[in-house]
């Protein structure tokens, strides 16, 4: 091994618990961060931190520094793709758990509603109606806020201070006021009446009891968190989607004999049948058999794609037609849906440059808090206030501050959006890669399997006037072609076999190839011969020739018995979605420039076809790269797109790379994002995507730093019961989940229905 393998970094990902805000994330962070050479990204949403660490680095220093700072941690066990009915039945400690978190919360709901009731109705107050608040209450204190107060001590072990320390704190403040109220200050006497404000009172003969607070505070906060949980795995579901897409069994096929076999023994090689309705168990070729496929879970490709022999097919597509026969290409870890998944999973544990300053404060306002709440008290008290409205915006200060919005406001935003962008067929390397996205105004498009199928194929058939007609040309030239090796001839004998009705070709015999001339011979009696065109054509064959060199097709002619009976334009057609992407990109303020190896005449057809101004043909790697680099140089934000081995350099050079998934996986290694559906309109919906992610991060950091920069002062100068800032500080983490789900349901322009569409453009609308 060389010196440089055996110091390379190596990253290790681990699952987390305990964390309950932003503070958490900073403090792991930062103790993971002490050991040398270590770095660490922390996610709260999810709950796992990636380590890059040196590979002398064990994983267990790894969990004994996150264990020092008060956390548990374990190596994170990427889900196994499985069955949609085994997904929804395995990990049962996680339902567990959520079980466990309804029923204190139902139990708390049962024990508060009699209290904040008896409360805040005056006429709801009987005779030492207080007492019986107090045996209700001490429960929710001490049962219901448990796991608060533990958090706390544990927090205080390690000389760490979280959220759930200013929650632990508040709650036993109001519920130790309340005892002092109610045992020394004659709040009870059994005829005590107490009125209810949302402003704090500022005292009395009679010292107020806050049982409302001391339970209201862990009521909020547990439904807040509770509704937080269940949100938060809401934005994981397109993840979750994904490992339910693959098979668990296979039936495989030898020497004419079916078995059922677990799809963890297919191996490469092997031939498995895929019946109608089944899902294809991992990528192959078909061997035999016509079908149509449903990609649309995988891909976000709504219409089926038609496969047969010698065609390429995903795993987990669901056969929506006949028997197919399919041998593998790849298993396991190699397939295109455990790449989709590992892409999804790795984009999901990065970090927006905004979360980063986020983080950073987060790591310093639990302790701030605690020292404004000491300073509101002492305040209060040296002003020659009554202790009760000085408890009580100390208390305030305390449960309002909320940490959590700031730690949830890029990690929620990002997995709803690249669970998303995945369904769309849109896979998102992470946050740097959206920033970067957002930002474009120029891409520099590849023609050949970006702008084009990649393929030859037939692009024009012109059969002579009144002579054998089309089909019989096709099924005559098709047919010859059979024996050939050049691309040219298999790409018309996969057209004859396609389009002719019975998509069979009859048998050639004496079947001759010429270098550089053509191939000929004899087809149920005839003899056919497929060549270059000469200059001896008929006028109608001679004016295809014309619109076939103009169109930078490659023409041959078909001679039937030595009569000239048709002309075919054969090239790489383009994609149906080109003339929309161009054009939306173009709506988005995004320029497109053709840049390809290909010759001057297909590339200028191919522009002129699509509208695009600027154009550089016989481009080599190292040129593709040089003009980005220019491009870069005169401020441009500039992407690449490309789909082979030669883009690679370009893709690598630009501010951001964005590879076609037909491509080569050197171009979807070197990009930064891929377009699994392998259709280039996607890069409209991409770019729409990002800023939209980016515009939703924004406005969720907006909503937590101005929460906490409005509600702290109002309860610092006593403007908020405490119980009404324990509901605020749960509606704001609830506020920014709530905003990242609506990207759950975000729709690109071009798959809008055909009513929004119209409707859109009858108010004179565009693309944003």
Not at 303 to 313: K, S, T, Y
Not at 705 to 714: H, I, K, R, S
Request: glycine share 10%; aromatic share 4%; proline share 6%.
């Amino acid at each position: 091994m060389s010196p440089e393998l055996a110091t390379a970094p190596t990253s290790t990902d681990l699952t987390v618990g305990g964390m309950t805000c932003a503070a958490c994330v900073s403090r792991v962070e930062k103790r993971l961060g002490r050991i040398e050479g270590v770095s660490a990204t922390v996610n709260l949403a999810t709950g796992r931190a990636r380590v890059v660490h040196p590979p002398g680095i064990t994983t267990d220093e790894l969990v004994a520094a996150v264990e020092r700072a008060g956390y548990t941690a374990e190596l994170h066990a990427p889900p196994e793709p499985r069955g949609r009915a085994e997904s929804e039945t395995a990990d049962p400690a996680p339902e567990e758990e959520n079980r466990s978190e309804r029923e204190r919360l139902l139990i708390t709901v049962l024990l508060c509603v009699p209290v904040m009731a008896l409360s805040m109705v005056p006429a709801l107050q009987f005779r030492n109606w207080q007492w019986l608040c107090l045996v209700l209450a001490a429960p929710v204190v001490v049962w219901s806020a448990w796991p608060f107060h533990v958090r706390a001590l544990r927090g205080l072990r390690h000389s760490a201070a979280t959220m759930d320390t200013l929650v632990s704190l508040g709650v036993v403040a109001s519920f130790l006021w309340s005892l002092y109220a109610l045992f020394l200050g004659g709040a009870g006497q059994p005829g005590m009446r107490m009125p209810f404000t949302l402003l704090p009172s500022a005292g009395g003969h009679v010292a107020d009891v806050y049982l409302e607070a001391a339970v209201g505070v862990p009521l909020f906060v547990l439904t807040g968190r509770f509704l937080e949980a269940r949100a938060r795995r809401g934005t994981g579901a397109a993840l979750r989607s994904l490992s339910a897409l693959a098979v668990k069994d296979v039936t495989v096929r030898k020497n004419g004999k079916e078995r059922r076999i677990p799809v963890e023994r297919l191996t490469v090689g092997q031939e498995f049948v895929v019946r109608p309705g089944e899902r294809v168990a991992t990528d192959g070729v078909v061997v035999s058999g016509n079908s149509a496929l449903d990609l649309s879970l995988l891909t976000g490709e709504s219409d089926p794609v038609e496969v047969g022999p010698d065609q390429a097919v995903i795993g987990a597509a669901v056969n929506a037609g006949g028997l197919l026969l399919v041998r593998a290409t790849a298993v396991g870890a190699d397939t295109r849906l455990a790449r989709i998944t590992r892409m999804v999973t790795d984009a999901q544990a990065g970090k927006a440059a905004a979360q980063r300053l986020a983080d950073r404060v987060a790591g310093v306002f639990v302790p701030v808090v605690l020292v404004l709440a000491v300073t509101v008290l002492g305040f209060w008290l040296g002003a020659g206030a009554d202790p009760q409205p000085a408890v009580t915006a100390a208390v305030a200060v305390l449960v309002v501050a909320c940490p959590c919005a700031l730690g949830l406001a890029t990690p929620t935003a990002l997995l709803a959006a690249t669970g998303r962008g995945a369904q769309l067929g849109i896979l998102v390397s992470g946050p740097q890669a959206l920033e970067a996205l957002r930002h474009v105004d120029t891409v520099v498009l590849d023609k050949t399997g970006t702008l084009t199928t990649g393929h030859m194929t037939v692009a024009q058939l012109t059969p002579l006037p009144e002579g054998l007609g089309r089909e019989r040309v096709l099924r005559l030239a098709g047919a010859v072609e059979q024996g050939s090796e050049h691309p040219l001839g298999v790409a018309l004998a996969a057209y004859a076999r396609r389009n002719l009705p019975d998509q069979t070709l009859p048998q050639v015999t004496g079947f001759r190839a010429t270098p550089g001339s053509g191939v000929s011979g004899v087809v149920d009696g005839r003899a056919v011969e497929v060549c270059a065109p000469g200059d001896d054509l008929p006028e109608a064959l001679a004016k295809a020739l014309a619109a076939a060199e103009a169109a930078a097709l490659t023409p041959v002619l078909v001679r039937v018995d030595g009569v000239a009976q048709a002309l075919i334009g054969l090239g790489d057609v383009l994609r149906p979605g080109s003339y929309r992407a161009v054009d939306r990109l173009r709506r988005l303020g995004v320029e497109p420039i053709l840049a390809t190896g290909d010759r001057e005449a297909p590339a200028e057809a191919v522009a002129s076809a699509l509208g695009i101004t600027r154009l550089h043909a016989r481009c080599t790697p190292e040129d593709k790269a040089a003009l980005v680099r220019q491009l870069r140089d005169d401020g441009r934000r500039v992407a690449v797109i490309g789909d082979g081995v030669n883009d690679a350099i370009a893709l690598a050079a630009a501010d951001l790379g964005i590879a076609m998934g037909s491509g080569t996986d050197v171009a979807i290694g070197a990009a930064d994002v891929t377009l699994v559906r392998g259709d280039v309109e996607a890069v409209a919906d991409a770019v729409r995507l990002a800023r939209r992610t980016l515009a939703t991060i924004r406005v969720n950091l907006v909503w937590a730093f101005g929460y906490n920069l409005v509600t702290v002062p109002l309860a610092a100068v006593g403007l908020l019961n405490p119980m009404v800032a324990a509901a605020a500080m749960s509606a704001s983490s609830l506020l920014v989940v709530g905003n990242s789900l609506r990207l759950r349901g975000w729709d690109p322009a071009g798959r809008r229905t055909a009513g929004a569409s119209r409707a859109r453009r009858a108010r004179g609308g565009s693309e944003r």
